[in-house]
């Protein structure tokens, strides 16, 4: 199974950008809180240190350009999708791996802001 479930803040404003005249996307890298404490699930999240990861987010279509026309930096959303892993080779032979969560759904979880369209 494959299925991923995020909610986070948008760390930088989306763009839209078109791959051809018909396929939109945009990428963008959500900020999410982790704690750090002990392996067993009755520890308190309040007695970690909290962190937070980056995973880059990949949306296409309509659910691109909803994110870019409605949210900007900072908005919380939820994002569920799906995990995609690319190989790729550097320019110097070395071999690298990049992955991203194809979103198939972005909710807003705060109204739209900052000029955006309400």
């Known amino acids: 199974m ?5 909610v986070g803040r948008i760390t930088k404003a989306p763009e ?16 999410i809180d982790r704690y750090l404490g002990g392996a067993y699930k009755e520890e308190k999240q309040s007695e970690g240190k909290q962190v937070a990861d980056f ?17 900007d930096k900072g908005a919380l959303v939820s994002v569920v999708g799906k995990v ?3 190989r ?3 320019e110097d ?10 979103a198939e759904e972005i909710r807003f979880l705060e ?3 900052n000029g955006k369209a309400e």
């Open 84 to 86: 995609a892993t690319h």
């Open 111 to 113: 109204p739209a802001s």
């Open 16 to 31: 839209l950008r078109c791959l051809n005249e018909e396929r939109y996307y945009t990428s963008f890298t959500l900020a």
């Open 55 to 71: 995973p880059r987010i990949t949306a296409w279509g309509r659910v691109a350009e909803n994110l870019c026309k409605y949210m």
């Open 88 to 90: 790729f080779e550097k």
């Open 2 to 6: 494959n299925n991923v479930s995020l």
């Open 93 to 102: 032979g070395e071999i690298s791996y990049l992955t991203d969560i194809i």
